[in-house]
């Protein structure tokens, strides 16, 4: 999860929403965890139809940025809670919260969001996961758990999609620098691809025979390497029967975090976006790290260097 260089920060967006809130709580572990700043913005739009703030009275704004200041005051109190001793600045802007986060996430090692906005809940940040995991250059975190007794802690392993693109292959780097932070094993998981899944449903749960072994050759060529990178993390691989979304649904259930790369197969680029991430976006039911290219190619050079200067 780099980005920016090293002293880039955690950027999190906060709404005034229990789900910001908890958004915040997992962005200050993750920034205590890699030794980073964190940043929380807040974004008032003015809702007017001349534009932003266009025919507001000076008092309309004076609430406004009262209102912005206690939603960042209520998330300091949850950052310094969770964070321990990480600098944390805020910021209030004013415009939309997606263009605000979207400026900085090009500064930025990572920016998180609540969970809610996905799924059309309200809050301000309704079009923010759109917006942010189609472009942003930095992994992109929503932020979600099961219930308000769960820590932001999380338990379980990191769990990362595997299926041969580029993107993919960042996802797998961070995934296993993830699991070496938290010291949880990872859960490699790769889906069929479209010919042979056909195959697997025909035999109606047989054995998969050739097939199979075709498949988990393929999942063990993407992993080449990593082991002499993470010798620490333990690692659980999975060859699924079905498709990307329903099988990493699956395996997210006991996860603490969920990885995959921002786009899937070569030949199907963007359009994967718009299926197998927005739909875990909607429903993963543990954080989501959406990853673009390169991001984990950093790490590695970074994980590198750090053991250079230790060994």
């Given amino acids: 999860m780099t980005s920016a260089g090293a002293t880039a920060s955690i950027v999190v967006g906060v709404d005034g929403t229990k789900p910001a809130l908890r958004a915040t709580a997992w962005a200050a572990l993750t920034a205590a965890r890699r030794h980073r700043p964190l940043l929380l913005v807040t974004a008032m739009d003015p809702p007017t139809p001349y534009g932003t703030g266009i025919g507001l009275s000076p008092d309309h704004f004076v609430e406004l940025e009262?209102?912005?200041r206690t939603w960042l005051e209520r998330a300091r109190a949850v950052a310094e809670s969770e964070g321990?001793?990480?600098r944390i600045d805020?910021?209030?802007v004013v415009g939309s919260a997606a263009s605000a986060l979207a400026e900085r996430s090009h500064h930025a090692a990572c920016v998180v969001i609540g969970g809610h906005e996905v799924q059309g809940q309200g809050g301000r940040l309704g079009a923010v996961a759109t917006?942010?995991?189609g472009h942003a250059p930095c992994p992109v975190a929503v932020v979600r758990w099961r219930d308000d007794t769960e820590s932001p802690r999380g338990h379980g392993p990191v769990v990362v999609g595997v299926d041969g693109s580029p993107t993919s292959a960042e996802a797998v780097v961070v995934a296993y620098e993830e699991a070496a932070l938290r010291g949880a094993p990872l859960v490699a998981v790769h889906a069929a691809s479209g010919s042979r899944r056909g195959l697997f449903h025909h035999r109606s749960g047989g054995p998969w025979g050739e097939s199979e072994t075709a498949e988990a050759i393929t999942l063990a060529e993407r992993l080449a390497g990593m082991r002499e990178w993470y010798p620490e993390v333990e690692v659980e691989r999975v060859v699924?029967?079905?498709?990307?979304?329903?099988?990493?649904?699956r395996h997210a259930g006991p996860a603490q975090l969920l990885v995959v790369g921002?786009?899937?197969?070569?030949?199907?680029?963007g359009r994967l976006l718009g299926s197998t991430s927005h739909a875990l976006a909607r429903s993963a039911p543990c954080p989501l790290l959406v990853v673009p290219g390169r991001t984990g190619t950093q790490t590695r050079a970074n994980r590198s260097r750090r053991r250079e200067k230790t060994g």
């Fill in 131 to 133: 917006s942010l995991m």
């Fill in 240 to 249: 699924a029967r079905d498709g990307p979304t329903p099988a990493l649904l």
């Fill in 90 to 92: 805020t910021e209030l």
């Fill in 262 to 269: 921002s786009t899937g197969h070569r030949e199907l680029s």
């Fill in 66 to 68: 009262a209102e912005g």
């Fill in 84 to 86: 321990g001793s990480v």
